[in-house]
């Protein structure tokens, strides 16, 4: 079986939007606060013949936001983007060499606020191999994918806490062999496996 026969597109499509969405009830960590920074990312759904998978980077240690994590191909709006779309594939095409001939975006996932200070806008997308990458040495150490079934299994789901500028915050995240997936990353593949979930139970 091809792996565009076990995605279902047609309904991952009904579960997103197909324009960009503000927030739903201030979905993330942040606050709902008009200064936050835009942002957008790329949820890479990537065709491949064992099924499924979704890419992601893990960003240099060195890097001012979120140095060393698990990250969606992404980054803030840049005045010349026209729309979250452009900047997210702006976005993988500069992080990993992602070229936008091989992806079709799909729809969109509310906007998830950050306590780090950013609105960031998932933008999920298909992505047919075969592909060629080149991840950015500056930013990028390394890209790598996990099974979509893996993320979208609430076995996978866990909880915990931390302490966040004295107060006791609260997060998801997915280990995966040697992968810790956290944060906004986590918090985005969570709102597509409730937007599905909440799909298959109606």
Known sequence: MLAAEIVDIVHLRSVLYPVAVGPIDVVGDGVGDEELIPASVLFPIVLRESGPSVLFTQRTAHLKDHPGQISFPGGRVEPEDSSPAHTALREAAEEIGLSSAHVEILGYLPEYHTVTGFRITP??????????????????????????????????????????????????AMPFQDYFIWGATAGIILMLFKALSAEHNS
């Open 123 to 172: 933008v999920v997308a298909i992505v047919t191999p075969p592909f060629d990458l080149s991840p950015a040495p500056g930013e990028v150490a390394e890209v790598f994918e996990v099974p979509l079934a893996f993320l979208m299994d609430p076995a996978n789901h866990q909880q915990h806490s931390l302490n966040y500028r004295g107060e006791l915050r609260h997060y998801y």
